[in-house]
């Protein structure tokens, strides 16, 4: 069963639902994130896809209501997709982030448990907290830019789904 759900500006929620074996959910379940991270990966190596399958908070409120509509399930699997999301951008390797965090407590052990001086952890954070408002920024200005010109598609993709790009599952059942 295929499902899509467009959004007034043009965030669109599609997926195929699936039979997995208990074996598949679990191998599909694991590299779900990993497939998560090549995503992100292939947006830094192609700024253009950001314009197409990225979006800010007004995006996001598009795909919870159309997920919504489409029943418990639907926004229960999205529900996590987000989550799964907003927790691979938190390990981004930027100060205010976790992932920042973790980078600079790896610094200090490489300097022997010494900890920086915390004018160079203020300035640290002062330049990660500014990358962090920039992206913030970007996603709110393309999803203004999607809801006042012209539609363009956004689309997520869930666990289950192949991209267009790559062959068709064979394991559908």
């Known amino acids: 069963m295929e499902s899509k759900v467009q959004g007034k500006i043009g965030a669109q929620w599609g997926h195929k639902k699936v039979r997995l074996g ?10 779900y994130p990993v497939k998560m991270v090549e995503g992100l990966f292939g947006m830094a190596k192609n700024p253009n896809r950001i314009k197409t399958e990225g979006g800010g908070p007004i995006s996001i409120f598009m795909l919870i209501s159309a997920t919504v ?3 418990l ?3 229960l699997t999205f529900a996590g997709l987000l989550s799964m999301s907003l927790g691979i951008f938190n390990l981004l390797p930027i100060p205010p982030l976790d992932g920042g965090q973790m980078s600079i407590a790896f610094v ?4 022997g448990g ?3 001086k915390f004018a160079v952890q203020t300035w640290v954070h002062s330049i990660g907290l500014v990358l962090v408002l920039v992206m913030v920024l970007g996603f709110v200005g393309l999803d203004f830019s999607r809801l006042l010109g ?3 598609q956004i689309t997520v993709h869930s666990a289950s789904e192949k991209k267009p790009s790559e062959p068709p599952a064979e394991r559908a059942r």
């Open 22 to 31: 208990p074996i598949e959910s679990v191998v599909e379940a694991t590299l």
């Open 108 to 111: 200090e052990i490489l300097r």
């Open 69 to 71: 509509q489409e029943g």
């Open 73 to 75: 399930t639907e926004a």
């Open 150 to 152: 012209p539609k363009k």
């Open 114 to 116: 010494r900890r920086l």
